[in-house]
């Protein structure tokens, strides 16, 4: 693989107006990675930016990861999988094998009314044409009955899990992208995870946090299953890292040069602060 962006200090390609969701490839020793692929539009973005913008082919991409298990992040996966070579596999949280066996059910998000139409109108600003909202299937929906659709359209056995529930931290070295750590990070949904690597400092944020005001230092997602968690989960980075970049699951990528999670707001002074 062409080593795309050894030069510049930075392992993250957002691939843009991918749609509702933000995509992003980040690159290991020998190999990329595709975070965040949410519709069929999506899928093909990110084959032609591999193959287009960064010169390299889809034999370089080894992994197809999401941070959570929701449509928007995970509809375009089985797509984007059928254009590799089998070679090519998808990686999950181990939550998502309890996901797929009826072990567990993805959690609700609570409070869609103060939550969703401000990460509806930032992820709007990324959709240049219609394709890129269409998902495969119905897989990966947060709400009552929907929640119960759970069927992915690709051969589950290309499929290796990490972590467990009780794991906080993962070294990504095992996959072949040992600069990177997955970090357990629940909140915005059970199996969420945010991607860091400790050269360059960038941070995958998911919807942990996301980029909803346009004065570029992100925002906490009121829009989550147990917001505690998603402040316990904020602390925690916090303790844990320092990046210099913050690339979230919606909006803007954030840029704040040292300890960008400082300038991140938080749902202090919110009325509601603490009873959702
Ligand atoms: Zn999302």
New binding site residues.
Partial sequence: MAAVGRDNLRRVHPVPNTGF?RAYLIEGEEGLMAVDVGSFGCAKDIAEHITRVLGCSLDDLHYITATHF?I??IGGIGHLLAMCPPRTRVLFHAMVSDYLTGKRKISLIKNWFVGFPPATVVSARHLRRFSPLGPESLTGIPLPGLRNIIKLPFDTNRIDYFGDENKTAVPLGDYGFGEWEAFCTPGHTEDSVCFFNRTTGELLSG?LIISISADGRGDLNRFCWNRDRIKESYEYLRRTVNPHFIYP??GEVIAGGDDTLSKVKTFSGDAADGNL
């Fill in positions: 969701a929701h928007d992040h919807d699951g919606h």
